[in-house]
């Protein structure tokens, strides 16, 4: 099934292909008729440039800065490119959280799983257990409409394990915290930490990936606490941003015999898993982003075409460059810190990941 | 508005200071690093109570002494604690909360009495039937806890509020203390004393923290004492394990002529302390002319001086000019047609710039035109008092939701008439300001009415007896 480009989009994971190389192979996949996806090709004559042409590098790119694409209006299948037909896998359609407004939705068959295969290179290099066709992986996240389920079903097959899933639906939570429901978003994570703590009482599961507010809850209720303390030797956190203490707090104290492993990102930009660390690392969590096919800059909140220097803030901003899914350059809302890269990785590497702040402080009543 | 912080405020957990690797940095009202403040996220508030109920750690251990908390408010007031002289805590303490030194200053003394003071208090609050224990033969009343673990979500306004809790100790509670943000040393330093008194580790914990941290303790806890605004009253007031400390709305009713003795009570109700305390008065309600009334007051409190909080002359809060400016932005959005005769006639207007990138909020004193004025439901962290008429017709509606009420003139009926209003917490009588406090008068209640109760124990006629009671049954002894 290999063609011209399987050199850049099917390069072995631990192999880095050239960027303008892959950009070009991008544009020519996504923008000719016979191969591209009904949206990018329906777009091209509109665009005022020729992708296939004007975009040799991936500074050529920046011309797509004037091409607006609301993702979360397209109907989905005019993503699938043409030339996937008779390729391997099955395409599925997969919804953000909607934190910013309606879910954005990306297709995707095999493109994340190389990701994924990625993210499983570091957890070997990091002693991440493995399930040897025995023990059962835990997922505490967002199934249904997300890519999660199917990055940890990919993750768990890699490693080894039977992946087991407690659905939680982040656009509830939001919903709840939004109207200033708190006791019924408690509520929630009662109800889910009652399904936890049921496949933890019959099951063989030893590793678990959620987010941080999800470990925070556990350790908040004993009962859920004390039964995956006991079984849990690997924990991959992400979907939300984690601070350093709780990290040290986690991983020293309340779960000592794991390994934990973060993994930063979202259904845009994919998944950038947590590099191992290394003797000086400013931040005890650097995160690598799957360079090329995801590329990450870090730019000014504002002028967001002004890339901050290393150990600086400012926000993310995506480039997707797969077989089966491109999109350009795109400011996201987090806002993290900008690493260098270690040991020559070629793409860069962030820290400290928040959403972007928001201001505004009204006086408040009283002598407290 | 650089340079390194000269002070560190550690967390402390189950009595170990302990580091995080999260601080924030705490800077004065003027902008100069203050201190490194230890973060202590939500998680640490879960490990820390788990940690607590895990060790168990009180078995027979009888709560602290009187002596040994009279020792620790003699080190709170004398001692070099964490590396800070009294001296080094009062500065600390006035520039990053913005508040006359002199107040830090009277509240070393103040908190060495009230720890002095314990054992007469507890005493005081014990309901009288428990005080004889019980013995074979009989079925009596014990005074025992509700809990064994009390958080408190403490707030930055005053020192004085810590007085508050030194009495859980007593009552044999583990506490844990969530610190306001800008006075984290208070806190701090009457641990460091009780430590060094000698309490018994495990009940002392200081989580530096946000507002996720004190949701996490209060979930955490068995009861949680939380100060707060409106804000904390609708988060937590209907979880009955939180004992609310919401606004004050301290007032005064005042009756008859003005005399000079009428305006310094009334003027020492609302500015002591810079007028930061829930027991300063936010309104007045006179049967005379508010207006003359008003004038008269904002004559004296006028003379308020302006000055940086470490300055001994300073008797003003102070902000950073750009809060300062949103608190007064605030108070003209809420004059609802009320005069301001003090701040906003002031030639310099009612914000004392202070040069140095803070300001100080000048009185305000704010005459309405009818008693049910919303301003009189409105307080202020600085002297701001709403002047309000007020008439016999309807003595006592204007007057409910009151932590302290001075009742000003020459009638007793009218003070006998408010003490009978539940919601009047405090009623003084006579010239005694707001803020007026006996060695065993409650606050807002006694603080025991809610940390204890009475349960029955009864032991059968010529049953053998345990030595004493497990100390974890929170049997407050004789």
């Known amino acids: 099934m290999s063609d011209d480009f399987a050199a850049v989009f099917e390069a072995p994971v631990d192999t880095t292909p050239d960027l303008d190389e892959l950009v070009v192979a991008t544009m020519t996949w996504h923008f000719s008729p016979a191969t591209g996806s009904p949206y990018w090709v329906g777009r091209a004559p509109g665009l005022g440039f020729d992708p296939l042409t004007d975009v040799r590098t991936y500074d050529d790119l920046r011309l797509f800065d004037a091409v607006p694409v609301d993702w979360s209006s397209i109907p989905a299948q005019t993503l699938i490119p043409r030339g996937c037909a008779g390729r391997p896998g099955r395409f599925g359609v997969y919804e953000s959280g909607g934190a910013t407004g309606a879910p954005k939705r990306i297709v995707d068959a095999t493109s994340r799983r190389r990701n994924i295969e990625f993210q499983n290179l570091h957890l070997d290099e990091q002693g991440f257990p493995t399930g040897d066709g025995q023990a059962g992986w835990l997922h505490i996240g967002p199934t249904g409409p997300h890519i999660m389920a199917k990055n940890i079903g990919n993750l768990s097959e890699l490693r080894g394990f039977t992946p087991f899933f407690v659905d939680l639906d982040p656009r509830w939570v939001r919903r709840c915290i939004a109207n200033g429901r708190e006791d019924e978003s408690k509520l929630y994570v009662d109800h889910i930490l009652d399904q936890v703590k049921d496949v933890l009482l019959s099951q063989d599961i030893r590793a678990v990936s959620t987010t941080p507010r999800v470990l925070e809850s556990i350790v908040a209720r004993h009962d859920v606490y004390k039964v995956l303390g006991d079984k849990v030797r690997g924990v991959i956190w992400g979907g939300t941003s984690m601070d350093a203490e709780t990290l040290r707090l986690l991983e020293q104290e309340a779960f000592p015999e794991a390994t934990f492993a973060g993994a930063y990102g979202n259904t845009m930009m994919g998944m950038a898993p947590q590099r191992t660390r290394r003797e000086g690392d400013a931040s005890p969590c650097v995160f690598r982003p799957f360079f090329p096919y995801t590329v990450m800059e870090v730019v000014d909140p504002v002028e967001t075409d002004r890339p901050v220097g290393v150990d600086e803030r400012g926000r993310v901003k995506i480039t997707s460059l797969t077989r089966e899914f491109f999109m350009p350059p795109t400011a996201e809302r987090d806002m993290v810190t900008r690493r260098a890269p270690a040991a020559g990785y070629p793409g860069i590497e962030v820290s400290d990941v928040r959403p972007a702040e928001v201001a505004a402080k009204a006086v408040i009543e009283g002598v407290y | ?478």
């Open chain 2, 1 to 478: 508005m650089s340079g390194e912080a000269p002070y560190k405020v550690s967390v402390i957990r189950a009595g170990r200071v302990a580091s995080s690797a999260e601080t924030t940095p705490l800077r004065g009202v003027d902008g100069t690093p203050i201190a490194e403040v230890d973060t202590a996220p939500p998680l640490a508030a879960s490990l820390t109570v788990s940690e607590l109920r895990r060790r168990h750690p009180l078995g027979a251990a009888p709560a602290p002494d009187p002596e040994t908390l009279r020792l620790a408010g003699r080190l709170f007031a004398t001692a070099t604690l964490g590396g800070m002289t009294p001296d080094d805590y009062c500065q600390a303490q006035a520039r990053a909360g913005g508040i006359p030194i002199k107040v830090a200053r009277h509240s070393l003394e103040d908190m060495a009495a009230t720890c002095a003071n314990v054992g007469e208090r507890v005493a005081a609050e014990r309901p009288a039937g428990t005080a004889g224990g019980v013995r074979a033969g009989e079925i009596r009343p014990m005074w025992l806890r509700r809990g064994d673990i009390l958080s408190v979500i403490a707030p930055s306004n005053n020192p004085g509020t810590h007085t508050q809790w030194v009495h859980a100790l007593a009552y044999g509670y583990q506490l844990v203390i969530r610190p306001g943000t800008r006075d984290p040393f208070t806190p701090s330093r009457l641990i460091l004393a009780a430590l060094e008194a000698g309490v018994e580790p495990s009940r002392l914990s200081l989580l530096p923290g946000g507002h996720a941290t004190g949701d996490a303790l209060v979930k955490a806890s068995d009861l949680s004492l939380v100060f707060g605004g409106d804000a904390a009253v609708k988060r937590y007031g209907s979880d009955r394990r939180v004992i609310l400390r919401g606004p004050g709305r301290s007032k005064i009713l005042h009756t008859g002529e003005i005399t000079e003795r009428v305006v310094d009570s009334i003027c020492d109700s609302v500015a002591y302390d810079a007028g930061l305390r829930c027991t300063n008065a936010s309104a007045v309600f006179t049967d005379g002319d508010p207006a003359e009334l008003g004038e008269a007051i904002a004559r004296r409190l006028g003379a308020m001086v302006a000055a940086p909080p470490q300055s001994p002359d300073a008797e003003l809060p102070v902000l950073p000019v750009e809060q300062a400016r949103a608190m007064r932005a605030h108070l003209e959005s809420r004059l609802a047609g009320a005069v301001d005769l003090a701040g906003a006639r002031h030639p310099e207007g009612p914000l004392a710039d202070l040069g140095d990138g803070s300001a100080a909020l000048r009185p305000a004193v704010l005459v309405c035109d009818r008693a049910d004025h919303p301003g009189g439901r409105v307080e202020l962290p600085f002297p701001c008092v709403w002047v309000l008429p007020w008439s016999r017709g309807n003595p006592i509606e204007p007057l409910r939701d009151t932590l302290a009420l001075s009742v000003l003139g020459d009638d007793p009926g009218l003070a006998a008439l408010a003490l009978r209003e539940p919601s009047i917490r405090k009623v003084v009588y006579g010239g005694l300001p707001t803020h007026a406090a006996g060695p065993t008068s409650p606050h807002d209640g006694y603080l025991s009415q809610d940390l204890m109760e009475v349960r029955a124990y009864g032991i059968a006629a010529g049953a053998q007896t345990a030595e004493r009671l497990p100390a974890h049954a929170g049997a407050v002894t004789a």
